[in-house]
């Protein structure tokens, strides 16, 4: 049981728009800022959005993401084929003494 | 470029330990915290805890407080997770991963570099 809520799964169409939705708590969500990591088929996770809406340079602008209250949101937009992954919202949790909690990651798949 | 080399797989009985290494390489070890990161097969991503390569300190989830240890040697840049009284639910990836910030202030963290993984597997 993850501290984060997450679907386990999304889908779409190529050049749709979907959204993950992430919620959790006043001790992570609620007072610490929320990352998104990407995990590919078979490979290491890899950072995707991080204080709630900031995109590291190299990912695309179809990726972005928002946060209200204590749930977080992923959003990519121009659905394609290679964004068919796992990924997975974190943050710091503050009951926890600082510990980071994940989200049991939503599975996208591109119909 | 920045990057994080992890040991390679073992295998392991029941009962024993493992002390996986991750070396750091294009940057300042010292600057950065690291983080591990389990992920079981077929599961999700489980934090374990975190050193300061600087000064040595730790902090681990309390579902692993007592049998893991982190450790780091800075001679050679490289971090280390050991995992004591291994069971089958041990099975896993493991994980090492930079905490990355912001430059700006404030700083935000985040686990920018990841290594590429060790698989553990613990069996009889």
């Known amino acids: 049981q993850s501290v984060l809520t997450q679907p386990p799964s999304a889908s779409g169409t190529p050049g749709q728009r979907v959204t993950i939705s992430c919620s959790g708590s006043s001790s992570n969500i609620g007072s610490n800022t929320v990352n998104w990591y990407q995990q590919l088929p078979g490979t290491a996770p890899k950072l995707l959005i991080y204080?709630?809406?900031q995109r590291p340079s190299g990912v695309p602008d179809r990726f972005s993401g928002s946060k209200s209250g204590t749930s977080a949101s992923l959003a990519i937009s121009g659905l394609q084929s290679e964004d068919e992954a796992d990924y997975y919202c974190a943050a710091w949790d503050d009951s926890l003494n600082g510990h980071v909690v994940f989200g049991g990651g939503t599975k996208l798949t591109v119909l | 470029q920045v990057q994080l080399v992890q040991s390679g797989a073992e295998v392991k009985k029941p009962g024993a330990s493992v002390k996986v290494s991750c070396k750091a390489s294009g940057y300042t070890f010292t600057g950065y915290y690291m983080h591990w990161v389990r992920q079981a097969p077929g599961q999700g991503l489980e934090w374990m805890g975190r050193?300061?390569?600087?000064?040595?300190?730790?902090n681990y989830a309390q579902k692993f407080q007592g049998r893991v240890t982190m450790t780091r040697d800075t001679s050679i840049s490289t971090a280390y997770m050991e995992l004591s009284r291994l069971r089958s639910d041990d099975t896993a990836v493991y994980y090492c991963?930079?905490?990355?910030?912001?430059?700006?202030?404030?700083?935000?963290?985040?686990?920018?570099?990841w290594g590429k993984g060790t698989t553990v597997t613990v069996s009889s």
């Open positions: 204080s709630n809406n």
């Open positions: 050193i300061n390569p600087n000064s040595g300190g730790t």
């Open positions: 991963a930079r905490l990355g910030y912001s430059s700006s202030f404030p700083h935000y963290y985040y686990m920018d570099v």
